[in-house]
């Protein structure tokens, strides 16, 4: 492959589009010849910045690439063996799944959805099963950043508690882990993408492997790019550039579960007024826009490569329950006797979750990351593109079907794509731009 491996990785995942933005290739780069920097679209990917040796390790650890072992191979050798495992064709194999919430402290009122996820990476400390978490949390060395946040102690692991929906690159995490002494053992939180990349990337290092004894996962409706970040600031009343951070999952303020709100935090602490999901941010959401390009060809909902996957038990008994619900599939032996301890000492309130109701709890992201990927991927065969191999089946009738959609996500991409989103003028022509297409979209 000669000296071209960088090349290759932008040419086939980064300049189509396809690239979510894990920065695991920079991180794994022998050469250090990969830098995450934003794009024109302030999406997070890697340029080359240096002589490339061509190892072609980026390749073959990037989730968009093709190489390797598929997402179905992979977590098949994991869990496909293991006794009384199950598997659903969307969700992958699992152990348990169970749904509620931390009974224990304020992991619950501190959490995104039920405080499980806190709970878990706790006891992982307490029991010693890990000497440190791995977690996404606000970079407070670069504000505005976010970056992979080091927790040893188990008090603190509550304090990262939310969901970041930002991209949060793993290389200088990686480049940590290989620094860090022999012996350490280390549990870590990654979305699907990064989680899959981290699992091809241990069959290729297995120093990797060895420290990483614990993979968690969230479930992925799509990775917002640093733009989103950006208007969430002007609604919230914090210029972008004076923005520290974003507290993306402030709880409702109304008996609706799914209307948690965003606010921003200036670089003085000082907190914005909190935007409520439905509306604008909900409608750039579901129609990809300021999305990470490989999102959009990303068929793995439920982290299927990790140990235990974390969500949102999005299912209507729970719509008015504004403390929030986890559902959490256990994949691994280690992490269902975990959940399970848990349950038996009365630190969380599970009950067991049937696959019908696992699969309900995500329709509106299984909708567009399995259903709508079919057309996706058969309007860009019939426009002759490549993209990355993917387990969903191309169908134009699924395109045609939703043609108005569709058409939709690209007008409003149009639309908005090259707007200035700096000061509080921008934010009105982009409300008043947005308002109109998202009537038009009521109408259809």
């Known amino acids: 492959m000669g000296d071209s491996s960088g090349s290759l990785l932008l040419a086939k995942v980064v300049e189509p589009g396809f690239c979510s933005g894990c920065g695991l290739c920079a991180g794994v780069c022998p050469s250090s010849s990969l830098m995450m920097e934003y794009n024109g679209k ?19 650890v990037c989730p968009f690439s093709g190489e390797g072992k598929s997402i179905d191979e992979v977590s098949e050798g994991l869990y496909g063996h293991l006794p009384g495992v199950g598997r659903l064709v969307e969700a992958g194999w699992f152990i348990s799944a169970q749904e509620g919430h931390a009974c224990r402290g304020d992991f619950r009122s501190k959490g995104a959805s039920g405080g ?80 899959y990349g981290l699992r091809k990337a241990m069959r290729k290092i297995p120093l990797l492997g ?111 329950d504004t403390k929030g619900n986890s559902i959490v599939l256990c994949r691994s032996p280690l992490a269902d006797s975990i959940v399970s ?24 992201t299984l909708w567009i990351k399995r259903l709508l990927l079919q057309g996706r991927l058969a309007k860009l065969e019939a426009e002759g593109l490549e993209y990355p191999r993917r387990r969903v089946v191309p169908d134009m009738k699924v395109y045609r079907e939703n043609e108005k959609y569709f058409l939709l996500c690209e007008r409003l991409k149009k639309a908005v794509e090259e707007l200035p989103l700096e000061t509080f003028e921008d934010l009105e022509s982009f409300r008043n731009i947005v308002g109109h297409l998202m009537v038009d979209g009521a109408d259809q």
């Open 341 to 364: 301890g848990g349950v038996s000492s009365g630190e969380c309130r599970l009950r067991e979750t049937a696959g019908e109701r696992l699969l309900r709890s995500q329709v509106q």
């Open 42 to 60: 302030k999406e997070l990917v890697p340029h080359i910045k240096g002589h490339c040796s061509g190892c072609a390790l980026c390749l073959n």
């Open 210 to 320: 060895e420290r990483i004894v614990l993979l968690a996962s969230l479930t992925c409706g799509l990775m917002p790019t640093h733009r989103y970040s950006e208007y969430v600031s002007l609604e919230s009343g914090v210029l972008p550039e004076e923005m520290g951070y974003i507290n993306f999952r402030l709880p409702p303020d109304e008996p609706d579960s799914g209307n948690y709100r965003h606010v921003a935090i200036s670089r003085d602490g000082v907190p914005g007024k909190p935007v409520s999901v439905k509306g604008i941010p909900d409608f750039l959401w579901g129609h990809g826009c300021f999305i990470q390009g490989g999102c959009l060809v990303c068929d793995d909902v439920f982290g299927e490569t990790a140990d235990v996957v974390f969500m949102d038990a999005w299912l209507p008994e729970y719509a008015r």
């Open 116 to 195: 499980m996820a806190s709970w878990f990476l706790t006891k992982v400390l307490e029991d010693g099963i890990a000497d440190a978490v791995l977690s996404a949390g606000p970079d407070k060395a670069r504000p505005g950043s976010w970056t992979f946040v080091r927790t040893e102690k188990p008090e603190d692991v509550v304090s990262l508690a939310g969901s970041v929906y930002h991209p949060v690159p793993f290389d200088e995490a990686f480049r940590a882990i290989m620094s860090e002494p022999p012996g350490i053992r280390l549990a870590v939180v990654a979305l699907p993408c990064l989680a």
